[in-house]
Structure formats: C-alpha cells, structure tokens
T-cell receptor, first 115, second 116 residues
C-alpha cells in the first residue's frame, strides 16, 4: 500500500483550463501539505492543513485552492491555468508528535504541464 | 526569515570516491530541526535524516554520515565510497515552527552524479 498517493502522475492541459490533483494518505497523519517544485528543482511550500484546517498559505495565487474533505485527503484545485504553473506538485504528510520535528512523507509527485 | 544555502549546485565523482555535500542555514529560532532528502532520477523525495538543534553528535548510517556544527550553522552530508545509485539531487531543509505547525525551507539542491 502506498503511504501517500497522488493522482494523476502526469497532467497535460491548456492555458485557461481548470484542473485538480488528488492526494490521499493512509499514515494517519494529522498534517498534510502541498509543495511545488519548479523547473530548477526548487521546492517551496504552498499550503499546510492540520486536521482539515488550513494552517499555512504561502503567497499563492487565489487560482490555487486546496480542499481537505477529511484528514486523509488534501486535494489541489487550480483555476485558469497559466504557463507558469507548469511544475511538479508534491503532496506530503507529517505526524507523530509536533509536526515541526516530524519528517515529511512525500507522494510521488504530479507533473503538470500547461501548454 | 529562515534560509538554507547549498552552494554547490552540481558535483560529479567517480564511483568509490568520497563526496561531501555542504549545507549552511540561517535561523533565529533556538529550537529547530534539520533534514536531508534525496531525489533520485525517478523523482520521488526520500527522507534521509533528521537532526535537532540540541544534538550536535555526528551520525553515521552505513556509507552515509552527517556532520552538524552549530558554531558554523552547517549540516554537511558525506557519502563514503560513492556508488552509481547515489546519483540524485540532495536537498537540505530547515524546519521552522509557525504556531502549532511547521514548514520546511529547502535549499536549492545539489545534483550528484556518480560515474562508473
């Protein structure tokens, strides 16, 4: 069983479209995240949810909206996709005590290509 | 603001060489955690190690070793007798506590290529 699974693995779409990426975890962790990895491999946090509550929202455009229907899921919806949104998006979880000292467990990433 | 600097961008070595990946960090927190992650060509991110700010003991795990020096704000990673399978991008990261949660600040990564 994959601990943190993301779908789809690849997503190719045109500018202006709306798309969603799904993330599910079976680790029982309370905190889930979305990270973006750009073409230069730089990893940056986008959002953090703890127990379905939004905790961290890093200056991300309003076109990005995370949704956590339950503790095991954190989905990312993107409206009006732009070329600059092309990147690899990683879902991650942490748990087992205070989240700042817990290692992140990452999904395998979703490669989004906007044409 | 927290910052992680990985000054080396690309390193290329021949198999069996030792290689050290440097990481320098900045933080105002007295309590913090440092991490190393590996991203092989397949793209997944693999956790390697966690170290808290109060524990300056070096750690060794097989061919991997980590040297944490608070005095120089460094957390360097050494691979002994490198192997082709060590080829990957390696990220150093620093954990910042923001209220009840944390976020990781990553360095820009070091691409390690190990040639046979």
């Amino acid at each position: 069983d994959t601990a943190v699974s993301q779908t789809p693995k690849y997503l190719v779409t045109q500018m202006g479209n709306d798309k969603s990426i799904k993330c599910e975890q079976n680790l029982g962790h309370d905190t889930m995240y979305w990270y973006k990895q750009d073409s230069k491999k730089f990893l940056k946090i986008m959002f953090s949810y703890n127990n379905k509550e939004l905790i961290i929202n890093e200056t991300v455009p309003n076109r990005f909206s995370p949704k956590s229907p339950d503790k095991a899921h954190l989905n990312l919806h993107i409206n009006s996709l732009e070329l600059g949104d092309s990147a690899v998006y990683f879902c991650a979880t942490s748990g087992g005590g205070t989240s700042y000292n817990s290692p992140l467990h990452f999904g395998n990433g979703t490669r989004l290509t906007v044409t | 603001a927290q910052k992680v600097t990985q000054a080396q961008t690309e390193i290329s070595v021949v198999e069996k060489e030792d290689v050290t990946l440097d990481c320098v960090y900045e933080t105002r927190d007295t309590t913090y955690y440092l991490f190393w992650y590996k991203q092989p060509p397949s793209g997944e991110l693999v956790f390697l190690i966690r170290r808290n700010s109060f524990d300056e003991q070096n750690e060794i795990s097989g061919r991997y070793s980590w040297n944490f020096q608070k005095s120089t704000s460094s957390f360097n990673f050494t691979i002994t007798a490198s192997q082709v399978v060590d080829s990957a991008v390696y990220f150093c990261a620093l954990s910042e506590v923001t209220g009840a949660n944390s976020k990781l600040t990553f360095g820009k990564g070091i691409t390690l290529s190990v040639r046979p």
